[in-house]
């Protein structure tokens, strides 16, 4: 099927790609069905592209890419993600880019979380209240971590 | 919105199952404590609120594929 993007224009996609949220995310309940793509080939970012609205698209990171992310979630969330084993969670944090390497950062507090056999996504928040939503990218890796 | 006024220690049911207890008040700090089921979620507004700017922020930056490159690459090369 084909999609069009805010990153790569017009492109096709699996319908594998095609996941669905329920309750969209934060300041987005209403989009209900996002493409994920991977920006490249062996990159850790993703794009998470809202399948109808093409100038809505978020920029996504595994976090263990660049961090010890200790995924912390309502047994609930597991629920509404029907979600049995721990083999089928994908983890994604989302990235605020900056022309400035410096200045970006990655939301820990609110990770993406989808169930890849089912593709129900779902943002949720962490219980882990040391996360914050502007951890940023590289202060996360080269020793330090998201505990200072 | 309905408002009640209640004192120290006294609290408010909503429904059957979800009570909220005034469990102390110092100068301009109310503690809270709520009793509810395990499948409603308690949180602070003030962290919705931060995540939904944080996403309507992200999802206003202007990215363009060979800056994202630039950065897994050094991302990687960090790992």
């Keep these: 099927m084909k999609v069009m993007t805010k990153a790569f224009g017009e492109i096709e996609v699996s319908e ?7 309750e969209g ?21 993703y794009w998470l592209q809202a399948e109808h609205m093409p100038e809505i698209a978020f ?11 200790v995924l912390d979630m309502e047994p609930e969330d597991l629920k509404e993600l029907d979600i049995s084993d721990d083999e089928d969670i994908l983890i994604f944090c989302i990235v605020t880019v900056a ?8 939301n820990l507090l609110g990770p993406v979380i989808i169930n890849r056999k089912t593709h129900i996504g779902k943002q949720i928040i962490s219980l882990n209240e040391k996360y914050q939503t502007k951890h940023p990218l590289f ?8 505990d200072s | 919105m309905l408002i ?10 909503i429904g059957n199952n979800i009570e909220i207890t005034i469990v ?3 100068g301009d700090h109310a503690k809270i404590g709520i009793k509810a089921p395990r499948d409603i979620k308690v949180f602070r507004k003030e962290i919705y609120e931060e995540i939904q700017k944080s996403n309507i922020e992200a999802s206003k930056t202007k990215v363009n594929p060979d800056q994202l490159k630039n950065l897994g690459n050094l991302i990687k090369k960090k790992k």
């Design chain 1, 25 to 45: 995310i934060f300041g987005f309940e209403d989009i209900s069905s996002f493409i994920l793509i991977d920006a490249e080939e062996g990159s850790p970012f």
């Design chain 1, 139 to 146: 202060q996360l890796g080269g020793g330090d971590n998201a």
């Design chain 2, 4 to 13: 009640l006024d209640r004192k120290e220690s006294q609290s408010i049911m």
């Design chain 2, 24 to 26: 102390g008040i110092r």
């Design chain 1, 59 to 69: 920029v996504m990171i595994n976090p263990y890419m660049f961090t010890e992310y």
């Design chain 1, 99 to 106: 022309d400035d390497p410096s200045d970006i950062t990655v």
């Design chain 1, 16 to 22: 594998k790609q095609r996941i669905s949220f329920k």
